[in-house]
């Protein structure tokens, strides 16, 4: 009997033991799990500062930095970044030798400088004199670009690279590019390409030996990049040739040639004359035009007379002393055809005319005055070499407007607009229509009533169009507004206007024609105005712990919003003292 119980004793210390290992292990699972799940710890990036041979400092700053006393290295790893001689180098992993002078930088590699941003994979520099090697990289400055794959840097602004691309085309990939042998460019100043190919679209276009092209964003002088043009079987190309005169104005000239036409000249002006004032001016044109020289459509001059072809197109805005503005625009060409051939040079193809106006203005804050003279040139002709005199123009239009003034002091108020213009023309005051019997008019005689046209040149008010005159066109108003009450404000007014014509045309002998008609008319209104207001309560607890939302009159109308349907609204709920 006391061995049985001995052994179940012993049973049981073997079973306490096992359960005891399990409870164990099952602790030391815990506790590397747990260790393996935490959080990471924060690590502050370190940070130090070496100086060169010359004394200047270089600081230093990545998430981990082992140093070597020995070999004289500092290894950095994970947001490096190293700010020396004015600019900020940026990588995943870096290098530096004390001794030397050298980093070498890797994986994600940023260099930037006020005026230069450099990115690439891997780069090996000196921060002693600011040279050395960056591999597939490209630099940037404004929107000039070049890359390489391997960059060598000569300098704090200067490069140079072998088989490298040049391009100041901000598009993605670049509509534009040269490539060459070699590059040697300085940031800032200009680029010496050589052995450079022009690209387009991709696609390889030109060669050129030698060229030389700016790396800054400012304005200077020399030629831009060529115009090429291409139109069905025509081919044009352009050199322009910048000319920065001053800090106020600039030019560009163009020369240009078209395979099937000949040589163009272009000019573009621009000034600034104060910093609200501008202008600019577009001029050009064909010493002889061969293609335009040939064509059999215009009718009325010969080849030689009509090859010569040129267009002005001038826009200014001028203020001057005292509120005045001077407005200018001004649009001529050659023939009717020149806006249509050339849209990219002048506006107005597709439009009825050409506008050219003059105009000087002075705006108050109550009154406005101006005088302008408009030209236009008639488009809607089949001859393009047609003159110019059926055009009807504007010479000159006076205006005088103002805004309600109060007369004397008093509740009445004025405001007027006076209006005066001058409908000019070189032709005839009216066009000499020739009728079909009994049917609409076929046309316009300009033959001033030759034998040998059927226009009598004489003016007939049953059949002619007038087309030159004078106009006068008075607009007063007179107004006494008042209120009724808090609740509705009234606007009477009196307008009258008065429109007095004046047409130079003789009326035949007979004819009850008035050549100097009038129109006028007197026009009463009444404008009534209320406003229909309502705050709804939302119950929010005020500061000083009231829930009523109550409002006071004064808040719920205003006496600026009382209107005549405040009396239909429920009184207020009374305040709940305190």
């Known amino acids: 009997m006391l061995a049985r119980t001995a052994r179940h004793f012993a049973s049981f210390l073997d079973h306490v033991s096992s359960c005891r290992n399990l409870v164990l292990a099952i602790f030391v699972l815990a506790t590397l799990l747990s260790g393996a799940l935490a959080p990471n710890p924060a690590f502050g990036a370190a940070t130090t500062k ?18 070597d006393s020995e070999k004289q290295t500092i290894e950095l790893v994970g947001d490096v970044q190293i700010t020396f001689e004015g600019q900020t180098l940026r990588c995943d992993r870096a290098l530096l030798n004390k001794e030397t002078g050298q980093l070498i930088a890797e994986g994600n590699l940023i260099l930037a400088s006020p005026t230069t941003y450099v990115e690439g994979t891997r780069a090996e520099l000196s921060y002693e004199d600011n040279t050395g090697l960056i591999f597939e990289g490209f630099v940037k400055s404004g929107q000039v670009l070049f890359e390489g794959k391997v960059l060598r840097k000569t300098g704090k602004d200067t490069y140079e690279a072998e088989r490298a691309t040049y391009t100041a085309c901000t598009t993605c990939p670049p509509a534009w590019s040269f490539s060459g ?42 030629f831009l990049f060529p115009l090429y043009e291409i139109d069905g079987d025509s081919f044009a190309i352009g050199l322009p040739f910048f000319w920065a005169i001053s800090r106020s104005q600039d030019a560009t000239l163009t020369t240009k040639h078209y395979s099937r036409r000949g040589w163009k000249a272009l000019l573009n002006y621009r000034y600034l004359l104060s910093e609200e004032s501008s202008g600019e001016l ?45 407005r200018a625009k001004l649009a001529l060409v050659s023939d009717l055809r020149y806006p249509r051939d050339f849209p990219e040079e002048i506006l107005g193809a597709g439009e009825p005319a050409l506008e050219n106006r003059l105009s000087l ?80 008019p076929k046309e316009i005689d300009r033959s001033r009533g030759d034998i040998n046209h059927a226009g009598s040149g004489v003016f007939n008010p049953e059949t002619d169009v007038i087309r030159a005159g004078q106009r006068l066109d008075l607009r007063p108003e007179l107004s006494a507004p008042f209120r009724i009450g808090p609740y509705l404000d009234v606007l009477p007014s009196i307008q009258m206007r008065y429109t007095q014509y004046s047409f130079n045309v003789t009326t035949p002998a007979g004819n009850a024609f008035d050549p100097m008609p009038t129109r006028h008319y007197i026009r009463g209104r009444l404008a009534i105005r209320t406003q229909l207001s309502r ?4 119950g929010s607890e005020d500061e000083t712990g009231d829930e009523t939302g109550a409002i006071e009159e004064t808040d719920r109308f205003p006496a600026s919003e009382a209107g005549v349907f405040q009396a239909l609204q429920p009184p207020p709920p009374p305040k709940r003292p305190l």
């Open 361 to 440: 203005t002075k705006n108050s804050e109550s009154l406005h005055s101006s005088i302008e003279a408009a030209y236009y040139v008639n488009l809607l002709k089949h001859d393009p070499l047609e003159n110019n005199s059926d055009s009807v123009h504007r010479f000159p239009e006076l205006r005088h407007s103002g805004t309600d003034r109060s007369i004397l002091g008093s509740r009445f108020f004025l405001k007027w607009d006076f209006n005066y213009i001058n409908f000019a023309r070189e032709d005839f005051s009216y066009d000499d229509v020739v009728a079909n019997t009994g049917g609409p």
């Open 535 to 538: 705050v709804y309560d939302l």
């Open 282 to 326: 577009n001029a050009g044109g064909f010493i002889q035009d061969r293609h335009f020289s040939v064509d059999s459509q215009p009718p009325s001059q010969s080849g030689n007379e009509r090859s010569g072809r040129w267009f002005i197109q001038h826009d200014q805005l001028y203020n001057l002393p005292g509120g005045f503005i001077n």
């Open 181 to 222: 042998s070699r590059i040697d460019a300085e940031m800032g100043a200009y680029a010496h390409i050589r052995s450079a190919w022009f690209y387009l679209g991709g696609i390889r276009f030109f060669w050129f030996p030698y060229l030389v092209v700016p790396l800054k964003s400012e304005r200077q002088t020399g």
């Open 50 to 67: 070496v100086l060169t041979k010359s004394g200047s400092p270089i600081l230093i700053s990545a998430t981990t930095m082992f140093g």
